[in-house]
């Protein structure tokens, strides 16, 4: 909690103002951030400072995980964190590769789970990835991908948490995550639950004890309009100890993980937390 703390603090205080073409707001930008997340002691990396959805966090990596590519899979797992970017982006709405209704495009999982070979085939780097680490394999390019320039034409959104490295050492999993873009009062606290929550999955159905999560952000950045919630409420609220993550042990496979896992094989324990802040969202 206190290093998220202090990369808000660092934005009020050290922050440049950037103009962002796509919303249409200016930002307090700084570059590079490194979080870590204890994941070996179960440290949950929920937002303490105020109210956290975490559930909604988790069903969207879920998605990504099952490669979902339409806003209403995502919503049936139990998110809406789709809904505006497949249907109010006017760039999109216009793009004639969208599909129609909810339809997002080639993002995030459909990457992850059907990359697109130049000989026409795909490849599902996820399965690889759980495949070698399964059998206790690490090459050193234990790593699924998101980051596909020649197709974010074809998307509604080009990924801002792109690559996951993942890393076996005598038999303890430890997870790189690589941001290229972070909205800190909304989207960091999202993207901590899924690295964590990533990083303890993979390594629950390859059968081996989650270390360290490191988690790279390039660009962290406040919209204008969130920055008097952040500097006036927030970062003045002291922050409570860290919940745990109880995740269902019946979980044993990817196929579980394509299949019938939901919400409810996924609990927190010990989450205290200070009142809800409700900070705009720019699509």
């Given at each position: 909690m206190k290093q998220y703390l202090d990369l808000c603090q660092r934005l009020i205080d050290q922050g440049e103002w950037v103009e962002n073409k796509r919303t249409g707001k200016r930002c307090l930008t700084v570059i590079n951030a490194d979080l870590t997340?204890?994941?070996?002691?179960?440290?949950?990396?929920?937002?303490?400072?105020?109210?956290?959805?975490?559930?909604?966090?988790?069903?969207?990596?879920?998605?990504?995980?099952?490669?979902?590519?339409n806003a209403a899979d995502f919503r049936a797992?139990?998110?809406?964190?789709?809904?505006?970017?497949?249907?109010?982006?006017?760039?999109?709405?216009?793009?004639?590769?969208?599909?129609?209704?909810?339809?997002?495009?080639?993002?995030?999982?459909?990457?992850?789970?059907?990359w697109a070979k130049p000989d026409g085939g795909h490849l599902d780097q996820l399965r690889k990835l759980v495949d070698n680490l399964s059998q206790g394999i690490?090459?050193?390019?234990?790593?699924?991908?998101f980051y596909n320039p020649g197709e974010f034409h074809m998307g509604c959104l080009r990924p801002c948490m792109h690559t996951h490295?993942?890393?076996?050492?005598?038999?303890?999993?430890?997870?790189?995550?690589?941001?290229?873009?972070?909205?800190?009062?909304?989207?960091?606290?999202?993207?901590?639950?899924q690295v964590f929550t990533l990083l303890k999955l993979i390594a629950q159905i390859t059968g081996h004890k989650p270390g360290m999560a490191y988690h790279k952000i390039v660009n962290a950045h406040i919209y204008e309009d969130q920055l008097e919630l952040m500097r006036d409420v927030q970062v003045k609220r002291e922050p409570f100890a860290s919940p745990q993550l109880m995740i269902n042990p019946d979980i044993k496979s990817l196929e579980d993980l394509e299949t019938w896992v939901t919400m409810d094989d996924f609990e927190v324990s010990g989450y205290q937390c200070h009142e809800a802040i409700r900070y705009p969202f720019s699509v």
């Amino acid at each position: 909690m206190k290093q998220y703390l202090d990369l808000c603090q660092r934005l009020i205080d050290q922050g440049e103002w950037v103009e962002n073409k796509r919303t249409g707001k200016r930002c307090l930008t700084v570059i590079n951030a490194d979080l870590t997340y204890d994941v070996a002691h179960n440290q949950f990396p929920l937002i303490t400072t105020r109210k956290s959805y975490w559930k909604s966090a988790i069903a969207e990596i879920l998605g990504y995980i099952r490669g979902y590519d339409n806003a209403a899979d995502f919503r049936a797992l139990g998110t809406k964190t789709w809904d505006a970017n497949s249907n109010e982006n006017q760039d999109w709405l216009n793009n004639p590769f969208r599909k129609g209704q909810d339809d997002m495009g080639r993002v995030y999982g459909v990457q992850g789970r059907s990359w697109a070979k130049p000989d026409g085939g795909h490849l599902d780097q996820l399965r690889k990835l759980v495949d070698n680490l399964s059998q206790g394999i690490d090459d050193r390019g234990e790593i699924i991908t998101f980051y596909n320039p020649g197709e974010f034409h074809m998307g509604c959104l080009r990924p801002c948490m792109h690559t996951h490295t993942f890393s076996l050492l005598s038999g303890t999993l430890y997870l790189t995550s690589y941001q290229r873009s972070c909205d800190v009062p909304l989207g960091l606290n999202f993207n901590q639950v899924q690295v964590f929550t990533l990083l303890k999955l993979i390594a629950q159905i390859t059968g081996h004890k989650p270390g360290m999560a490191y988690h790279k952000i390039v660009n962290a950045h406040i919209y204008e309009d969130q920055l008097e919630l952040m500097r006036d409420v927030q970062v003045k609220r002291e922050p409570f100890a860290s919940p745990q993550l109880m995740i269902n042990p019946d979980i044993k496979s990817l196929e579980d993980l394509e299949t019938w896992v939901t919400m409810d094989d996924f609990e927190v324990s010990g989450y205290q937390c200070h009142e809800a802040i409700r900070y705009p969202f720019s699509v």
